[in-house]
């Protein structure tokens, strides 16, 4: 059975009520008179029965995701939890890219989450961008020179945005097209990561155009070889459709 001892001069609703209505600083009280100590049974102590799944998931996240700073991360979990939208979790544990230099720095696994948060809006404002970067624990001077690389007003095309970050990852035009066909595919991870046509001439196109030394025509060839076997694939162009081709815009 449990006990509580009330023996002392004020409670700490007295406090309150002092503090709130006669603003004395409860700290004057503490001096001299400790607030008392309470003791609760097992029985008195009811857990929300929903709790311990929730931070059995906020765990498992955490441990895939690895944020930099985990508290920081941790509000933005929360909060996209209490709204319905998409968490800044990874679908799994990846080991980062990023040099020495940028050890917090973008991984495919992240721009994936954002992929995830940020495409079904397809405009997005840079300061909603920057705001989702920073939930993710990235450093704001890399989405900087990101941004620098074209010139974005203040909304960006995601999928640009998109583009430009898989070419942080791949050191040619088609290795970045690898990480963004990885990223986008429905497929599961080792499948074929195919996706459709359309979406990777946009995005080949316009890597193409910012990087400024491939001429238009050999672009233009080169998707018209990947559209012939796309068209013979329900569409869809898959990894081996380019990376096992020899050319000249590797």
Known sequence: MCTHSFSFTFSIYELLFYYYFFQVPVTE??????????????QQIKIPPELP???KQFTKAAIRTQPHDVLQWAAAYFSALSKGEPLPVKKRIEMP???EKTDAGLTPGLLKIL????SPKGMVSVAELKEKWKHLCL???QLKAILQLDDFSEEVEWMKVLALGCSVF??????????????LTRDPEGGAACIPFETFSFLYSYLASIDGDIPEEKTEA????IKEQA????GMVLLRNFLTQTSTLF
Do not use: N, V, W, Y
Request: overall charge negative; proline content about 6%.
């Open 170 to 183: 791949g050191r040619s035009l088609l290795s970045s097209m690898k990480h963004a066909c990885e990223i």
């Open 139 to 141: 450093p704001e001077e």
């Open 115 to 118: 992929h995830e948060q940020l």
């Open 222 to 225: 080169f998707l018209h070889r």
């Open 97 to 99: 890219l990023a040099t």
């Open 231 to 234: 068209d013979q694939q329900a």
């Open 53 to 55: 799944d929730i931070l």
């Open 29 to 42: 009280h503490k001096q001299t008179m400790p607030l008392p100590e309470t003791m609760f049974c097992a």
